[in-house]
Structure formats: structure tokens, C-alpha cells
């Protein structure tokens, strides 16, 4: 069995991420998926990258749109996802898979 080894980055890209000014409900429309219903649950967008899953549980955010806050999270600190791509959308959405006959 051949074992691989990956030499980490140092330091971790998007530690250093830079949070624009934005306000929360304009985040989290242009994210999409319903997550706008929850922007009321935070005040300023540098809680919502600093809250855990606990603190989003403790606030009511149902699980599915905590994953999903957190995969876009991971996505802009690795920088797959920008927010000058956020800026120019209304926001994200994954498309489904159309379900095939056999």
C-alpha cells in the first residue's frame, strides 16, 4: 500500500482572511439557500466566521443551514469561493442533479 505525503502550507491559506463591510442579511442572501432567514441571529459578519457550530446551535440556526454557513466559510478561506464572486451574484446555489429514467 503506498502511502502519500503532503507537505503542508505555511502558513494555512485564508487565516488571514479579509471580512468586508458588509451587512450580515446581504451575506447571507447572496449565499443563498435560505440562510437569509437567519441573519437576524447575528449582528456584525465577523460573528458569523468567529461562531462555532455550539454558539449557531444556541442562537436556533437548524443544522442543515449551519453545514451549510460553514462549507462557504471553508470555501472562502481556501479561496475556491471570493467575495468579489459574491458581490457580482444574488446568490450561490448548487444545481440538482435531474433525476434519469433507466
Not at 14 to 39: H, T
Not at 65 to 87: A, D, M, P, W
Not at 91 to 96: A, L, M, R, Y
Amino acid at each position: 500500500m503506498r502511502r502519500r505525503t503532503i507537505t503542508p502550507i505555511f502558513p494555512p491559506p485564508g487565516y488571514n482572511l479579509a471580512i468586508p463591510d458588509w451587512p450580515v442579511e446581504q451575506f447571507m442572501l447572496r449565499i443563498g439557500k435560505g440562510c437569509s432567514d437567519y441573519a437576524d441571529k447575528f449582528e456584525k459578519l465577523t460573528e458569523v466566521f468567529e461562531a462555532d457550530r455550539i454558539q449557531m446551535k444556541e442562537k436556533g440556526i437548524p443544522p442543515k443551514v449551519r453545514k451549510y454557513i460553514f462549507s462557504i466559510k471553508e470555501q472562502l478561506r481556501r479561496g475556491v469561493l471570493t467575495f468579489e464572486y459574491l458581490e457580482r451574484r444574488t446568490s450561490v446555489t448548487i444545481p440538482k442533479k435531474k433525476a434519469t429514467k433507466k
